[in-house]
Each structure stands twice: as structure tokens, then as C-alpha cells.
């Protein structure tokens, strides 16, 4: 089993010595021991365009789970992604800026209305869906989880699932995982300073 270490910002910020003023706890955040290879799967963007871990390389990227007919846990965390995205700008460049990745986990519902969903967050988000057995893959490669209940007379069903943002690198590998409600400043700064810790390690490599 992989050993991971649970960080708070202010744990972050001591670690790169720039002192202690910053309170502990201000955000959840896991961290592998050594970041994580995503897993092979082979899913359609909101655009009906191959999403699979390629996608992945070449940028930072957030990705959260969940269902375009979820009434509130999924709205709450992709407004609040929206809201990190905001700080960030004050942070990084703009090309700098990570791609969000909604996954859609409920394929029949989500599909039709994808592209809708997730162009009222922001129209550069990414939603993505798919076979379950596709989407079960990805999910489990992020460390997360989702269920499909039975469903009901009136043909209705409970959708379950994780609700974490998780962080990749521009080597396609898992490198964190949030815990909503995410601080929008403290959670811009703990990204912008990964991208500087990731940087300097691939300049000394």
C-alpha cells in the first residue's frame, strides 16, 4: 500500500520557508508519497472527442466526479472550482491555468446535457462520460468512488459518489487530492506554489 501524508497549507508554506503566519488546517489536502500513474481508460468529451489519459499530459488539470442532475453537492464544488480558477489568475500566467475535468458518472443522463452542464461553470471545462466500465477505470485511478442505486417505480435512482478535486501534473500523474470546501486564495496559492516545486524538480532533473 502507497503511504500517503495529509498536508494543510500552512505545512505547505513552512516547507518552502516563508513563514508562520498562516493558520493550520486552511485546507485538506493528500498527497501520495510519489505521484500516480493514471490508468489506461477510454471515455468522450462534452464535445464527443476521445478523452483519454493523453489528455492528461502537457498541463495541470482538476478533476472532480459526479452527475449533471445532482442537486447540490456537484454545483457547490464546481462553483467553488470556478472560484479557485479566479484566484489563480492573480497567480500564474493564463496558459498556466489548469483544465477542470467534470466526469459524469451517471453516462445515460449526463451525456445528452454534458455540454450545457458544464458550459454554465465556465466554457473551457471539460465534461467527460462514458461506459461504466470505462468510467470505473478513471475512477478508481483518482481514488474515488461512485454507486448506482436500483431504481425505483418510477424508474428514478440515487446516484452516489465521491466529491474530491483531484490534482494531476503536466506528466499526466495524480499529485493531490482536495477536500471541499476549497479556500479559493489558499487553494490558488497551494497550486501555483506546486507548480513551482514541479518546475524546479524537472529543471534539476
Known sequence: MVRRRVLSLAAFVLAFGLGASVGWAEIRVVEP???ETLPAFALSDHKGQPFTA???????SLTTIGFTS???VCPFVLSNIVEV????TLRVH????????????????????????VAHFDPKFIGVTGPH??????????????????AKKDGDYEVQHSASVIV????????????????????AEYLARKQIAYARAQRSN
Do not use: N
Open 33 to 35: 508519497d510519489k505521484p
Open 70 to 72: 445532482c442537486p447540490d
Open 54 to 60: 493523453e489528455r492528461y499530459k502537457g498541463h495541470w
Open 133 to 150: 466500465e470505462e468510467l470505473a477505470k478513471l475512477v478508481t485511478g483518482i481514488d474515488g468512488f461512485y454507486r448506482i442505486g436500483k
Open 85 to 88: 480558477i479566479s484566484q489563480m
Open 168 to 187: 494531476t501534473g503536466p506528466d499526466g500523474q495524480v499529485h493531490a487530492k482536495l477536500s471541499p470546501p476549497l479556500d479559493p486564495g489558499k487553494v
Open 94 to 117: 493564463p496558459d498556466k491555468l489548469p483544465q477542470v475535468v467534470f466526469v459524469g458518472v451517471d453516462p445515460g443522463r449526463d451525456a445528452p446535457v454534458m455540454a450545457d452542464y
